[in-house]
């Protein structure tokens, strides 16, 4: 009994002993590494953040607003004047140099005297009575034999075209009542030598309408 609680005294003891050398090795583990980290630290400082510079701006205040612009003068209303017309230029008249010993320039004709005015109707009617007479004349000449002895008498109308002396395209409009006058009509006409066509007929033709007239008493 005495032998165990010895044994178990000394194992207690021992492994009280124990434990104080573990307590003093592990503090003074501790207290390397809290000398260590100090060297550390002394040896090698943080250097200190960077502190952010401000730069302070004043801002001048805003210039004062302009002054409002006067109020416009309303301006008085221009009066339509009338737009002046161009100006004609006259071109100079050129003066003409004298030369020595120059012969004066012959006096200009004088002007055309104006041909009197012509009545075309009344020369129309002229001619065609002409006409009428001439072939007037050729037909008594040569009244049909038979009809004298037939006692026949009696006016024929024949129409016929004229241009330039030349006679076309006769015929009888009006017969006298016997074919004999209307036939020498018809012959009178053609074979009448007319009259030359005034000066205003040239170049035109006319369509004339004339009576025959056949009478055996002379008249």
């Known amino acids: 009994m005495d032998t165990q609680h010895v044994f178990s005294e000394s194992f207690f003891s021992f492994k009280n002993g124990r434990n104080l050398i573990l307590a003093i090795i592990a ?6 590494i809290v000398a260590g980290v100090i060297i550390w630290q002394q ?11 401000v730069a302070v701006v004043t801002i001048p205040p805003p210039p004062p607003p302009p002054p409002p612009p006067p109020p416009k003068t309303p301006q008085p209303p221009v009066p339509n004047m009338p737009k002046p017309q161009p100006l004609t230029e006259v071109p100079p008249i050129p003066t003409p140099i004298p030369t020595p010993n120059a012969v004066p320039p012959p006096p200009p004709p004088p002007p055309p005297v104006p041909r009197p005015q012509v009545n075309m109707a009344a020369i129309e009617a002229s001619f065609q009575e002409q006409l009428r007479a001439c072939i007037q004349a050729m037909a008594i000449r040569h009244y049909p034999r038979e009809a004298i002895l037939a006692g026949s008498t009696g006016t024929v109308l024949v129409q016929f075209k004229y241009l330039n002396a030349t006679i076309s395209d006769a015929s009888v409009k009006r017969s006298s009542g016997a074919r004999s006058l209307d036939t020498a009509g018809l012959q009178a006409v053609l074979t009448a030598r007319c009259p030359a ?8 033709e006319f369509v004339f309408t004339i009576p025959i007239q056949y009478s055996l008493s002379g008249d």
């Open 43 to 53: 040896t090698h400082k943080v250097p200190p953040p960077p502190v952010n510079k």
């Open 27 to 32: 503090e003074v583990a501790i207290g390397l």
């Open 197 to 204: 066509p005034p000066e205003q007929f040239q170049g035109r």
